[in-house]
């Protein structure tokens, strides 16, 4: 097969694989690019696969950066831009997985075969030439067509060599909308307790990127059909198959924060900054799901919740709300919104350091001062007082002095 027309992502890199071939070596367009041009997808990385060896790349090129050279990647840098770089790796084959998630060791080769068997899944196994011919040594255009994951080979021997391919064909069920082979699947299956070989990072990565996939509920029913959630930390069946089936179909998380407080509402119990702890994400994600998710408990929304969780997350709640079959006004939200004063501490008219230079002899640094401060703050947002520093100094004088 051979592409009828050339992306603009591949004819920017020609170039590269052009001078890597008139230096006498194989070069190829490898791995998730040839599959997403060939379902017509959005190209999001460049992989360049070469015969030659990583010191034979860096002769042929002046500019290169070694980002993992004993695995054979070279950075190439062919122009001054971020888009201008590829990597370009040799052809390899590869060692056991003694830890189920890296080879031992690799051993690079010049036959292009030999590096598309180490792969993991069929549509990923393809190479396509300077020329748009397509190599397809394992039948993945057939899986394509059918929409259909299969593993490369033998798929017990995949998931032995690396765990994280059992979430990853469920990534891919669930961004590309297809079906896992039944041979693939059984495999996943009876190698799901090596997920407890590979790091929460990893394994996080690739559930987060199945949640805000368009057909996340393929990939969830995969994760409950083969049972792996049982070797994800703090995962919950009843809790999976309630974010399967409660959520009108069509649905789709708006971002990652969201997918996750939406789970998190459907554990019972659930401390949810201990839970997202195990799996070792940013402070600030755990924040941002942890006031979704409180949020989520709220029957309405009145001018201090909205002043607490701000309209970006009182709008992924309601969305999260809509799509549950309640009904929802989000013009309300955005009306409480638009009726607060102030949107953050910040904003209020007066500071500390005002306070002490207005009232020196009746407020000092210390525990009053603080009360002071919430105290207007709170009556700003809700609209008892108006945010000006007269107004403000005004209530300070007929109402705090004296305590």
Known sequence: ?????????????????????????????VGGSVRDVLLG??????????????EEIK??????????????????????TEAEHYEVTTFRTESQYTDYRRPDHVDFVRDLSEDLKRRDFTINAFACGIDGEIVDCFDGLTDLKERRIRAVGKAQERFNEDALRIMRAMRFAASLDFTI?????????SHAPLLNKISVERIFIEFDKLLQAKSYKKGLEALIQSEAWKYLPGFDKRGLEALLSELTEGF???????AWAAFMVRIEQVDVVQFLRHWKVPNDFIKDVSLLTEAYQLDQWTLESLYKFGLRRAELVDDLKIAEGKHIDKEIAKKLDAALQIHDKFELKVSGNDLLQAFPDDIKPGPKLGFILKELEVKVVRNELVNTQACLFDYIKNNCLSR
Do not use: C, W
């Open 41 to 54: 997808r959005e190209i999001h990385d460049v992989d360049i696969a070469t015969s030659a060896y990583p």
């Open 181 to 189: 082979e039944e041979e693939t699947f059984v495999a996943m299956k």
């Open 252 to 258: 789709v998380f708006e971002n990652s924060a969201q």
């Open 59 to 80: 002769a042929i090129f002046p500019y290169t950066i070694d980002v993992g050279i004993e695995h054979g990647t070279v950075l190439v840098l062919a122009g001054k």
């Open 1 to 29: 097969m051979k592409l009828e027309m050339i992306p603009q992502e591949f004819k920017q890199a020609l170039p590269v694989l052009e001078k890597i071939i008139e230096h006498g070596y194989e070069a190829y367009f």
